[in-house]
């Protein structure tokens, strides 16, 4: 994730400020957004690939260099949430808890996550704009009849009452 080396200092900064802040709010908004399909995959098949696969991040291969070019309150906050993650990701990797116990950690370590998210992207410089696509809620298929899209139906992941009913 190294800079371009044409760029000014100042033009270096706001680049590895925009991209941590990018990832930041990634990782917060994919842990949001699969809970229920992640708790499910854990509580099926006992499989820790999906939870790591979501707190991937590329901030370990930055080096000082980009580092040291942003400022110290930006990079204190950034390196709490980086340290919060941490903890989550190993945590994840060891865990041996039934899919319970792993749905109340899961809350408490995501409350935790997107505080110290808010506070470390708001010193990068606030939320970064994403580029988002209208694109229609279902696609025809074959027959020309319009389904929803099959990949990752997190629908299917959702937990039902006794009479069906979400």
Same mark, same amino acid.
């Given at each position: 994730m190294k800079?371009?080396?044409?760029l000014d200092d100042r033009e270096k900064a706001e680049r590895v400020a925009y991209n941590l802040a990018l990832e930041i709010a990634r990782i917060v908004d994919d842990l949001e957004s699969r809970e229920r399909f992640l708790i499910e995959m854990w509580g099926r098949h006992r499989?820790?690939?999906?939870?790591?696969?979501?707190?991937?991040?590329?901030?370990?291969?930055?080096?000082?260099p980009e580092l040291a070019l942003l400022d110290t309150d930006a990079t204190a906050k950034? !390196?709490?949430?980086?340290?919060?993650?941490?903890?989550?990701? &190993?945590?994840?990797?060891?865990? $041996?808890?039934m899919p319970t116990s792993l749905a109340?950690?899961?809350r408490w370590q995501l409350q935790r996550l997107v505080a110290y998210a808010e506070q470390a992207v708001e010193a990068l410089g606030g939320p970064p704009e994403r580029p988002l696509l209208d694109l229609?809620?279902?696609?025809? !298929?074959q027959d020309g009849e319009d389904r929803a899209p099959?990949? &990752?139906?997190?629908?299917?992941? $959702?937990?039902?009452d006794d009479d069906g009913a979400e």
């Open positions: 800079p371009p080396p044409y499989d820790r690939g999906p939870f790591l696969d979501t707190i991937h991040s590329r901030y370990a291969t930055l080096g000082f950034v !390196d709490e949430f980086y340290r919060e993650l941490e903890e989550f990701r &190993l945590y994840c990797r060891f865990t $041996e808890d109340e950690s899961y229609p809620d279902e696609v025809p !298929d099959p990949l &990752l139906q997190l629908a299917h992941f $959702e937990k039902h």
